[in-house]
Protein backbone atom coordinates (compact mmCIF):
# COMPACT_ATOMS: atom_id res chain seq x y z
CA UNK A 1 0.00 0.00 0.00
CA UNK A 2 1.05 3.41 -0.70
CA UNK A 3 1.87 5.59 1.95
CA UNK A 4 0.78 9.48 1.71
CA UNK A 5 1.68 12.11 3.72
CA UNK A 6 0.32 15.46 4.04
CA UNK A 7 2.66 17.88 5.40
CA UNK A 8 1.61 21.44 6.99
CA UNK A 9 3.88 24.84 7.44
CA UNK A 10 3.01 28.09 8.80
CA UNK A 11 6.15 29.04 10.90
CA UNK A 12 6.84 32.35 9.06
CA UNK A 13 5.21 33.92 6.69
CA UNK A 14 3.97 31.35 4.03
CA UNK A 15 1.62 28.92 4.80
CA UNK A 16 1.91 25.22 2.77
CA UNK A 17 0.31 22.04 2.09
CA UNK A 18 1.94 19.36 0.43
CA UNK A 19 0.98 16.20 -0.64
CA UNK A 20 4.09 13.04 -0.82
CA UNK A 21 3.26 9.94 -2.46
CA UNK A 22 5.64 7.52 -1.53
CA UNK A 23 8.76 9.35 -2.97
CA UNK A 24 6.77 11.33 -5.31
CA UNK A 25 5.24 14.68 -5.08
CA UNK A 26 1.62 15.19 -5.46
CA UNK A 27 1.29 19.00 -4.39
CA UNK A 28 3.15 21.67 -3.15
CA UNK A 29 0.89 24.73 -2.44
CA UNK A 30 2.55 27.73 -0.90
CA UNK A 31 0.35 30.85 0.04
CA UNK A 32 2.63 33.93 0.71
CA UNK A 33 1.98 36.90 2.75
CA UNK A 34 5.36 38.81 1.64
CA UNK A 35 3.46 41.35 -0.29
CA UNK A 36 1.55 42.38 3.07
CA UNK A 37 4.50 42.36 5.23
CA UNK A 38 6.66 44.28 3.13
CA UNK A 39 4.46 47.40 3.82
CA UNK A 40 5.80 46.94 7.09
CA UNK A 41 9.26 45.83 6.46
CA UNK A 42 9.30 42.91 8.27
CA UNK A 43 7.26 40.29 9.07
CA UNK A 44 4.53 41.48 11.60
CA UNK A 45 3.66 37.70 14.29
CA UNK A 46 0.39 38.94 14.56
CA UNK A 47 -1.04 39.83 11.03
CA UNK A 48 0.95 36.39 9.91
CA UNK A 49 -1.35 34.26 12.66
CA UNK A 50 -4.22 35.91 11.34
CA UNK A 51 -3.58 35.30 7.46
CA UNK A 52 -2.45 31.63 8.44
CA UNK A 53 -6.15 31.40 9.85
CA UNK A 54 -7.72 32.73 7.21
CA UNK A 55 -5.83 30.53 4.27
CA UNK A 56 -4.99 27.31 5.83
CA UNK A 57 -7.98 25.42 5.21
CA UNK A 58 -7.91 27.20 1.52
CA UNK A 59 -4.29 25.74 0.41
CA UNK A 60 -5.46 22.77 2.29
CA UNK A 61 -8.29 22.21 -0.29
CA UNK A 62 -6.33 22.82 -3.06
CA UNK A 63 -3.41 20.79 -2.53
CA UNK A 64 -5.78 17.70 -1.97
CA UNK A 65 -7.69 18.53 -5.30
CA UNK A 66 -4.22 19.13 -6.87
CA UNK A 67 -3.08 15.96 -5.59
CA UNK A 68 -6.31 14.08 -6.21
CA UNK A 69 -6.73 12.54 -2.54
CA UNK A 70 -9.15 12.37 -0.33
CA UNK A 71 -7.88 12.52 3.56
CA UNK A 72 -9.09 9.16 3.60
CA UNK A 73 -6.37 7.79 1.63
CA UNK A 74 -3.77 9.85 3.70
CA UNK A 75 -1.26 7.87 5.83
CA UNK A 76 -0.52 10.16 8.33
CA UNK A 77 -0.12 14.17 9.04
CA UNK A 78 3.11 15.91 9.25
CA UNK A 79 3.47 19.72 10.72
CA UNK A 80 6.02 22.27 11.67
CA UNK A 81 5.99 22.32 15.64
CA UNK A 82 8.85 25.11 15.85
CA UNK A 83 11.04 26.93 15.05
CA UNK A 84 9.11 29.71 14.46
CA UNK A 85 6.41 32.54 15.26
CA UNK A 86 4.73 30.88 17.92
CA UNK A 87 0.96 32.36 16.82
CA UNK A 88 1.99 31.71 13.05
CA UNK A 89 3.08 28.11 14.21
CA UNK A 90 -0.20 27.74 16.67
CA UNK A 91 -2.03 27.69 13.48
CA UNK A 92 -0.44 24.77 11.28
CA UNK A 93 0.11 22.94 14.40
CA UNK A 94 -4.05 23.18 15.39
CA UNK A 95 -5.19 22.07 12.00
CA UNK A 96 -3.13 19.36 11.98
CA UNK A 97 -4.30 18.29 15.60
CA UNK A 98 -7.87 18.53 14.16
CA UNK A 99 -7.71 16.62 10.92
CA UNK A 100 -5.72 14.02 13.02
CA UNK A 101 -8.60 13.58 15.43
CA UNK A 102 -11.66 13.45 12.63
CA UNK A 103 -9.78 10.96 10.07
CA UNK A 104 -7.82 9.17 13.21
CA UNK A 105 -4.71 9.83 11.80
CA UNK A 106 -1.37 10.10 13.10
CA UNK A 107 0.49 13.35 14.25
CA UNK A 108 4.15 13.71 13.20
CA UNK A 109 6.12 17.19 14.61
CA UNK A 110 8.32 17.77 12.06
CA UNK A 111 11.56 20.42 12.93
CA UNK A 112 11.25 23.03 10.54
CA UNK A 113 15.71 23.56 9.75
CA UNK A 114 15.59 19.61 9.85
CA UNK A 115 12.93 19.97 7.28
CA UNK A 116 14.67 22.67 4.96
CA UNK A 117 17.95 20.02 5.11
CA UNK A 118 15.81 17.49 3.95
CA UNK A 119 14.23 19.35 1.21
CA UNK A 120 17.93 18.63 -0.53
CA UNK A 121 16.64 14.75 -1.14
CA UNK A 122 14.07 16.25 -3.71
CA UNK A 123 17.55 16.52 -5.41
CA UNK A 124 19.36 13.92 -4.78
CA UNK A 125 20.05 11.16 -1.55
CA UNK A 126 21.97 12.78 1.26
CA UNK A 127 25.39 11.22 2.03
CA UNK A 128 27.24 10.93 5.26
CA UNK A 129 28.65 12.42 6.99
CA UNK A 130 27.36 15.68 5.74
CA UNK A 131 27.70 19.72 6.38
CA UNK A 132 24.07 21.46 6.57
CA UNK A 133 25.39 25.09 6.36
CA UNK A 134 21.83 26.27 7.70
CA UNK A 135 20.76 30.08 6.64
CA UNK A 136 17.96 31.66 7.16
CA UNK A 137 15.68 34.80 9.09
CA UNK A 138 15.82 33.57 12.12
CA UNK A 139 18.95 30.72 12.11
CA UNK A 140 22.11 30.21 11.29
CA UNK A 141 23.61 26.88 12.19
CA UNK A 142 26.21 24.41 10.92
CA UNK A 143 24.61 21.04 11.17
CA UNK A 144 26.72 17.69 11.27
CA UNK A 145 24.90 14.33 10.34
CA UNK A 146 26.76 11.43 10.35
CA UNK A 147 23.55 9.39 9.77
CA UNK A 148 19.73 10.13 9.00
CA UNK A 149 17.96 12.20 11.56
CA UNK A 150 21.42 12.68 13.42
CA UNK A 151 21.89 16.45 14.27
CA UNK A 152 24.75 17.92 16.00
CA UNK A 153 25.04 21.60 16.15
CA UNK A 154 28.98 22.52 15.33
CA UNK A 155 28.09 26.16 15.41
CA UNK A 156 25.52 28.75 15.76
CA UNK A 157 25.16 32.48 15.55
CA UNK A 158 25.24 34.26 19.38
CA UNK A 159 23.10 36.91 18.67
CA UNK A 160 21.22 37.81 15.08
CA UNK A 161 20.67 35.22 12.38
CA UNK A 162 21.62 36.26 8.90
CA UNK A 163 18.99 36.89 7.02
CA UNK A 164 17.83 39.27 9.67
CA UNK A 165 21.22 41.03 9.55
CA UNK A 166 20.84 41.36 5.78
CA UNK A 167 16.86 42.61 6.32
CA UNK A 168 17.93 45.53 8.62
CA UNK A 169 21.22 46.52 6.67
CA UNK A 170 18.56 46.74 3.52
CA UNK A 171 16.69 48.91 4.99
CA UNK A 172 18.76 51.39 6.45
CA UNK A 173 20.14 51.32 2.82
CA UNK A 174 15.89 52.03 1.90
CA UNK A 175 15.81 49.42 0.04
CA UNK A 176 12.80 47.12 0.37
CA UNK A 177 12.01 43.74 2.90
CA UNK A 178 13.23 41.27 2.55
CA UNK A 179 16.39 42.73 2.29
CA UNK A 180 18.54 39.89 1.13
CA UNK A 181 17.40 39.57 -2.44
CA UNK A 182 17.82 43.52 -3.36
CA UNK A 183 21.50 43.03 -1.58
CA UNK A 184 22.41 40.17 -3.54
CA UNK A 185 20.73 41.44 -6.62
CA UNK A 186 22.73 45.73 -6.20
CA UNK A 187 25.77 43.95 -5.33
CA UNK A 188 26.72 42.33 -8.46
CA UNK A 189 26.95 46.08 -9.60
CA UNK A 190 29.51 47.23 -6.87
CA UNK A 191 32.90 46.08 -5.55
CA UNK A 192 33.73 45.62 -2.08
CA UNK A 193 34.91 49.23 -1.13
CA UNK A 194 34.14 49.00 2.30
CA UNK A 195 35.94 48.16 4.91
CA UNK A 196 33.90 45.81 7.57
CA UNK A 197 34.38 44.00 10.93
CA UNK A 198 34.30 40.19 10.93
CA UNK A 199 33.26 39.41 14.23
CA UNK A 200 34.17 35.88 16.16
CA UNK A 201 36.90 35.62 13.44
CA UNK A 202 37.91 32.41 15.92
CA UNK A 203 38.89 28.91 15.79
CA UNK A 204 34.81 28.47 17.00
CA UNK A 205 32.14 27.50 14.58
CA UNK A 206 29.75 30.09 15.85
CA UNK A 207 28.91 33.16 14.13
CA UNK A 208 27.94 36.79 15.49
CA UNK A 209 26.08 39.65 12.75
CA UNK A 210 25.06 41.84 15.61
CA UNK A 211 28.09 43.78 15.27
CA UNK A 212 28.37 43.68 11.65
CA UNK A 213 24.93 44.97 11.24
CA UNK A 214 25.43 47.75 13.62
CA UNK A 215 28.79 48.69 12.18
CA UNK A 216 26.98 49.55 9.13
CA UNK A 217 23.92 51.52 10.63
CA UNK A 218 26.37 53.83 12.39
CA UNK A 219 28.57 53.81 9.00
CA UNK A 220 25.61 54.69 6.78
CA UNK A 221 24.19 57.94 9.34
CA UNK A 222 27.59 59.39 10.22
CA UNK A 223 28.08 59.42 6.26
CA UNK A 224 24.23 61.21 6.08
CA UNK A 225 24.45 63.20 8.66
CA UNK A 226 27.87 64.50 6.85
CA UNK A 227 25.63 65.56 3.82
CA UNK A 228 27.04 62.74 1.89
CA UNK A 229 26.05 59.77 0.21
CA UNK A 230 26.67 55.69 0.01
CA UNK A 231 27.70 53.83 -2.49
CA UNK A 232 24.65 51.76 -2.27
CA UNK A 233 26.00 48.76 -4.85
CA UNK A 234 30.04 48.88 -3.37
CA UNK A 235 27.50 48.67 0.59
CA UNK A 236 25.87 45.78 -1.22
CA UNK A 237 28.80 44.15 -2.53
CA UNK A 238 31.01 44.58 0.32
CA UNK A 239 28.44 43.92 2.44
CA UNK A 240 27.49 40.22 1.10
CA UNK A 241 31.09 39.16 0.73
CA UNK A 242 31.98 40.14 4.17
CA UNK A 243 28.19 37.85 6.26
CA UNK A 244 28.46 35.42 3.57
CA UNK A 245 32.33 35.25 3.79
CA UNK A 246 31.72 34.36 7.58
CA UNK A 247 29.99 31.43 6.23
CA UNK A 248 32.20 30.05 3.82
CA UNK A 249 35.37 30.28 6.34
CA UNK A 250 33.87 28.45 8.73
CA UNK A 251 32.34 26.18 7.02
CA UNK A 252 35.21 24.88 4.76
CA UNK A 253 37.26 24.33 7.95
CA UNK A 254 34.47 22.23 9.40
CA UNK A 255 34.35 20.45 5.99
CA UNK A 256 38.07 19.50 6.46
CA UNK A 257 37.76 18.40 10.01
CA UNK A 258 34.89 16.43 9.96
CA UNK A 259 35.66 14.68 6.69
CA UNK A 260 32.24 15.19 5.37
CA UNK A 261 31.81 13.28 1.96
CA UNK A 262 28.60 16.10 1.10
CA UNK A 263 27.95 19.76 1.97
CA UNK A 264 23.91 20.77 1.74
CA UNK A 265 22.74 24.60 1.63
CA UNK A 266 18.97 24.72 3.63
CA UNK A 267 17.23 27.93 4.38
CA UNK A 268 16.01 30.96 3.08
CA UNK A 269 19.37 32.52 2.48
CA UNK A 270 20.88 29.42 1.06
CA UNK A 271 19.06 31.62 -2.29
CA UNK A 272 21.90 33.98 -2.23
CA UNK A 273 23.96 33.64 -5.77
CA UNK A 274 27.32 34.56 -3.98
CA UNK A 275 26.67 31.27 -1.85
CA UNK A 276 26.02 29.16 -4.05
CA UNK A 277 28.81 30.29 -6.60
CA UNK A 278 31.33 30.09 -4.08
CA UNK A 279 30.67 26.74 -1.91
CA UNK A 280 30.97 24.99 -5.55
CA UNK A 281 33.30 26.75 -6.85
CA UNK A 282 35.91 26.48 -3.45
CA UNK A 283 34.64 22.42 -2.90
CA UNK A 284 35.34 21.90 -6.95
CA UNK A 285 37.80 18.95 -7.32
CA UNK A 286 37.92 17.95 -3.97
CA UNK A 287 35.71 15.23 -4.45
CA UNK A 288 33.16 16.28 -1.84
CA UNK A 289 29.81 16.54 -3.19
CA UNK A 290 27.70 19.47 -2.72
CA UNK A 291 23.82 19.67 -3.21
CA UNK A 292 22.40 23.28 -4.55
CA UNK A 293 18.53 23.29 -3.09
CA UNK A 294 16.25 23.92 -6.37
CA UNK A 295 15.04 28.16 -5.98
CA UNK A 296 11.47 26.59 -4.67
CA UNK A 297 12.31 25.00 -2.01
CA UNK A 298 14.89 27.71 -0.25
CA UNK A 299 11.75 29.23 0.88
CA UNK A 300 9.64 28.18 3.25
CA UNK A 301 7.24 25.28 1.78
CA UNK A 302 5.49 22.23 3.13
CA UNK A 303 6.55 19.75 0.57
CA UNK A 304 10.08 19.75 3.00
CA UNK A 305 7.45 19.36 5.96
CA UNK A 306 5.89 15.91 4.30
CA UNK A 307 9.43 14.86 2.67
CA UNK A 308 10.89 14.45 6.40
CA UNK A 309 7.49 13.54 7.63
CA UNK A 310 7.45 10.49 5.43
CA UNK A 311 11.10 9.43 7.03
CA UNK A 312 9.72 10.21 10.32
CA UNK A 313 6.64 7.82 9.91
CA UNK A 314 9.10 5.05 8.91
CA UNK A 315 10.30 5.61 12.21
CA UNK A 316 6.57 5.70 13.82
CA UNK A 317 7.69 9.45 15.92
CA UNK A 318 4.09 9.77 16.41
CA UNK A 319 3.38 12.43 19.00
CA UNK A 320 -0.13 12.29 21.23
CA UNK A 321 -2.84 15.50 20.47
CA UNK A 322 -1.79 17.34 23.56
CA UNK A 323 1.47 18.55 21.80
CA UNK A 324 2.13 21.89 21.67
CA UNK A 325 4.50 24.03 19.46
CA UNK A 326 7.93 25.26 20.50
CA UNK A 327 8.70 28.53 19.06
CA UNK A 328 12.61 27.97 19.86
CA UNK A 329 12.87 23.84 19.56
CA UNK A 330 16.50 22.80 18.74
CA UNK A 331 16.84 20.68 15.96
CA UNK A 332 19.04 18.06 18.23
CA UNK A 333 16.12 18.10 20.16
CA UNK A 334 13.94 17.02 17.37
CA UNK A 335 12.53 13.46 19.43
CA UNK A 336 11.46 15.31 21.77
CA UNK A 337 8.14 17.00 22.05
CA UNK A 338 7.11 17.10 25.76
CA UNK A 339 6.30 20.56 27.00
O1 LIG B 1 14.03 30.63 5.65
P1 LIG B 1 13.30 31.89 5.40
O2 LIG B 1 12.31 31.92 4.25
O3 LIG B 1 12.45 32.32 6.64
C1 LIG B 1 12.89 32.71 7.89
O4 LIG B 1 13.68 32.03 8.56
O5 LIG B 1 12.37 33.79 8.28
O6 LIG B 1 14.40 33.03 5.17
C2 LIG B 1 14.06 34.35 4.86
C3 LIG B 1 15.35 35.13 4.82
C4 LIG B 1 15.14 36.64 4.82
O7 LIG B 1 15.92 37.20 5.84
C5 LIG B 1 15.63 37.06 3.44
O8 LIG B 1 16.18 38.36 3.40
C6 LIG B 1 16.66 36.01 3.14
O9 LIG B 1 16.10 34.81 3.64
N1 LIG B 1 16.94 35.87 1.70
C7 LIG B 1 18.17 36.08 1.16
C8 LIG B 1 18.03 35.91 -0.24
N2 LIG B 1 16.74 35.59 -0.49
C9 LIG B 1 16.09 35.57 0.71
N3 LIG B 1 19.34 36.40 1.74
C10 LIG B 1 20.41 36.57 0.94
N4 LIG B 1 20.36 36.43 -0.41
C11 LIG B 1 19.21 36.08 -1.03
N5 LIG B 1 19.17 35.94 -2.35
Known sequence: MSKIILGIESSCDETAVAIVKDDELLANIVSTQIDVHTKYGGVMPEIASRLHAENISIVLKEALDKANVTMEDVSAIAVTRGPGLIGALHVGIQAAKTLALLYDKPLIPVHHLAGHIYANEFVKPLMFPLLAIVVSGGNTELVLMKDHLDFEIIGETKDDAIGECYDKV????????PGGIPIDKLSKEGKHT?????????????FSYSGLKTSIINMVHNIEQKGK???VPDLCCSFQETAIGMILEKSLRAVEEYKVKQVVLAGGVSANSYLREQIQERLKNTGIDVVIPPMWCCTDNAAMIAKLGSRLYDEK????????????????DFRNFNN
Open 170 to 177: ARVMGLPY
Open 194 to 206: YKLPQPLHDKSYD
Open 229 to 231: KIN
Open 317 to 332: IFAPLSISVDPSWKID
